[in-house]
Nanobody, 114 residues
Framework: VQLQASGGGLVQPGGSLRLSCAAP????????MGWYRQAPGKQRELVTT???????TYSDSVKGRFTISRDNAKNTVYLQMNSLKPEDTAVYYC?????????WGQGTLVTVSS
C-alpha cells in the first residue's frame, strides 16, 4: 500500500501550508509516522516523526516552524508548516519510521517562492 500525501502547493516565503496523509489502520495504529522531503538534486531526508502517544521529533532545519500531529481516529497524520522558506521547497512524503519501501507514494510538491 502506498501512502499518499496531499496539501502541497505554491506559497510565498513566510507563508503556511498544511499537509495531510491518511493511512490504513493496520499501518497507522502500530507505527511511528513520519514526514520526509526531497529537495531538487538532494537525497530524501526525514523531517519529523510522531509516535502513537503524540511524542514528536524534528530536524533542526524545521524545529519551531513545523508541527506534526496525528489523529488516531482518522488514521491521518498532518504537517503544519509555518514561516516557510525557499529552502523548504521539496516533494514531501509520509511514511512510517523507519520507512518501508512499499509505503512510498508520489508525495506532494511544496514550492516556496515569491
Amino acid at each position: 500500500v502506498q501512502l499518499q500525501a496531499s496539501g502541497g502547493g505554491l506559497v510565498q516565503p513566510g507563508g503556511s501550508l498544511r499537509l495531510s496523509c491518511a493511512a490504513p489502520g493496520s499501518v497507522f495504529s502500530i507505527n511511528v509516522m513520519g514526514w520526509y522531503r526531497q529537495a531538487p538534486g538532494k537525497q530524501r531526508e526525514l523531517v519529523t516523526t510522531v509516535n502513537r502517544s503524540g511524542g514528536t521529533t524534528y530536524s533542526d532545519s524545521v524545529k519551531g516552524r513545523f508541527t506534526i500531529s496525528r489523529d488516531n481516529a482518522k488514521n491521518t497524520v498532518y504537517l503544519q508548516m509555518n514561516s516557510l522558506k525557499p529552502e523548504d521547497t521539496a516533494v514531501y512524503y509520509c511514511n512510517t519510521w523507519p520507512s518501508r519501501m512499499s509505503y512510498w507514494g508520489q508525495g506532494t510538491l511544496v514550492t516556496v517562492s515569491s
